[in-house]
């Protein structure tokens, strides 16, 4: 009987040792424990989070994907060292290959340390505008932004996190909240709009008047963030012609992003109003 169990105990321990021994045991068996942790975590992230939710979840997807790699790295580091020096030789090809994956990884890196921006800010990248929604070692994903109406346009955009080094990168991120909106209305030349010009400005303050103070602080808010003085949160009116002599009236609005085209809409219709009263009474008067 004792023979029995010492050859049982044996067999199990030869199992188990193969096992330990086994790289490619060892490294399913790590990704699915990081796997299973990662599920886990997410799951309590949703049923508890409330706050920053998206840079939580972010911030586990991300440790997750490092924490495999270095355990891979571990579990075949004396083959990738074999391997690596098998194929010295090709060393070169393998980088201009893999050139693109290095440029992310880099991207990523350089995203990390500097930190021109956070989950969930507005940015610009190239000609790319939109919400960070999330950014991993190989792309960022942006929640698409309409930067002339403010609203999300219900497209999400991949971008390689090579493009972030060869590109600038704005933030955009007090448009959130509030925008410099500039709007042109562009008119003939039949009509002089210095005579219903203050009229067009008490219409503007009046629209702006419910918000004001919070504008004031916000504006001051701006200016002590970059150290730079900014137009506002006074409306501004300014009278141009075009190219081809007709009247412009450029108008520069200070106020909550959500109420940007709701104003400009009052705005134009006052315009319109008291262009074309003006219009009639030149008729008449004729």
């Given at each position: ?15 188990f ?51 495999i790699?270095?355990g ?8 990738f ?37 956070r ?68 008119r003939?030349?039949?009509v ?6 203050d009229?067009?400005?008490?219409k ?20 002590n ?11 501004h009116?300014?009278v ?9 009236l ?33 008729k008449?008067?004729?």
């Amino acid at each position: 009987m004792f023979e029995k169990i010492s050859s049982i105990d044996l067999t199990t321990n030869a199992f188990f040792q193969t096992l330990i021994n086994n790289n490619s045991v060892l490294t399913i068996v790590l990704i699915l424990a990081l796997m299973a942790s990662k599920s886990y975590i997410l799951k309590f992230l949703q049923k508890k989070g409330k706050t920053n939710k998206r840079l939580k979840i972010n911030i586990v997807n991300n440790t997750i994907t490092i924490l495999i790699f270095i355990g891979i790295f571990n579990i075949w580091a004396a083959e990738f060292h074999e391997f690596a020096i098998s194929i010295a030789a090709f060393v070169v090809a393998i980088v201009i290959a893999t050139r693109e994956f290095i440029q992310c990884f880099i991207g990523f890196l350089y995203i990390v340390s500097s930190r021109p921006f956070r989950i969930g800010d507005w940015i610009q990248v190239g000609d790319y505008y939109g919400e960070v929604h999330s950014i991993d070692w190989a792309k960022l994903t942006l929640l698409e932004v309409n930067i002339d109406s403010y609203e999300y346009t219900g497209k999400t955009l991949y971008v390689p996190n090579s493009k972030l080094i060869t590109s600038s990168i704005k933030n955009l991120n007090f448009l959130k909240r509030y925008a410099m909106h500039h709007f042109t209305i562009t008119r003939d030349g039949s009509v002089n709009p210095f005579i219903f010009l203050d009229e067009l400005y008490e219409k503007a303050h009046g629209y702006c008047a419910d918000f004001n103070d919070v504008a004031i602080r916000y504006n001051q808010l701006i200016e002590n963030r970059l150290d730079v003085h900014i137009a506002g949160p006074e409306p501004h009116i300014q009278v141009a012609t075009s190219d081809i002599g007709d009247t412009q009236l450029i108008f520069t609005i200070f106020c909550p992003t959500e109420r940007a085209l709701e104003i400009e809409q009052c705005l134009t219709g006052d315009f319109m109003r008291l262009w074309f009263e003006q219009q009639q009474l030149i008729k008449q008067s004729n």
